[in-house]
């Protein structure tokens, strides 16, 4: 008797969990008695059909599906979409017309609702937008139209910074709902993201931060981490490609004593190709790089390469000691009050900088094999 007990609870248990992750979709479209009905699953590398049946002669239909975590569904109907963000336990239900499927209603799915005011938002404003680019087309090429050309410009500029800030405010709105994800990635009629990763970086964290802390399993939320990851290195490299576009050949001049007190500038290192590193001798880690140094050091000096090395060690005793014994010969300097890290703009230790002949920056915090393949391709 007592196992029958157990065996019903945990009958009762799979049943349970079972009816919890499904979803029940309803439809119900007039006009379209006895047509097909997709329901297909958007994943973030493709769309798969996962159910199909016909309708019946009014124009209803029945899914069922099962989700664990929340997914972005589509009910397909002659060849018109209806967009749903589904979670486990929804009964969602459906109405409209076949002739204007736009123009469909979704109970049952706050996330679904949140899809449909979105997707009303962005049709409106790109209408607009279709209409104003329409006007600036058709314009003669006679230059007594370029206020008119302005201001439909101008108009153009307007509108679309509206839908920008709609969608900045959606998202922070429901940030902790993957609808934010769907109005991260709503796109322009060219295929270009409405809120641009790179200027729009913030709406990117937010949601990665979201999704991250509350789906992380979910496999718009991997998407989602791999793609900030990927926003984050391109703005560094564009931060970088910055720097050295305004730096030119004014870069800050460095003056700095080395272990026997003799101050060494960075400018009397003339014609020569300088690998400028920020380290510190005594810290952890501090052998391993000095070792790749020396590598480098070894591997180039005879081809004009030289290192101006640049130490934040707390103690000058201490550094002095390390200087002799690791025995380094290119120039090694103390800043002892850090002021080259600001002037530098040195975020982390170690670091460095690549300058050519003319003291312009040809690379940055590289290291071992990937820095001494640099200083072949400047060296050919």
Known sequence: MKNIIILSLLFLSVCACTTKNRVEINGNISGASKQTVYLEQINVGNTIVIDSLKTNKKGEFT?????ENPMFYTVKINNENIPLLVKAGEKISIKGNVKKISNYSVEGSE????????NVEKRLNFLALDSLQKLYAALPEDKKFDTERKRISDEWDTVFMRQVRYSRNFIITYATSPVAYYALYQQLPDGSFILDPINENYSYRVVATSMKAIYPESQYTKA??????????????LKMKRFINESGSDLPELQLPNAKGDTVSLASLKNKLIVLDFSALGEEGAEEHY???QNTYNKFRSRGVEIYQVCFDKNRLLWQELVSGYGIKWVCVWDE??????????????SNYILNSKH????????GASLNDRLNDLLK
């Open 63 to 67: 899914f069922k599906s099962k989700v």
């Open 111 to 118: 996330g679904s609702e949140l899809i449909k005011e979105l």
């Open 224 to 237: 989602l981490l791999a793609h900030f990851d990927r926003i984050q290195q391109e703005m560094r490299n």
């Open 291 to 293: 070792k790749s140094l």
């Open 337 to 350: 009050t850090g002021s080259s890290l600001r002037t530098w703009n040195v975020q982390n230790l170690p």
């Open 360 to 367: 312009e920056i040809v690379g940055k915090n590289l290291f």
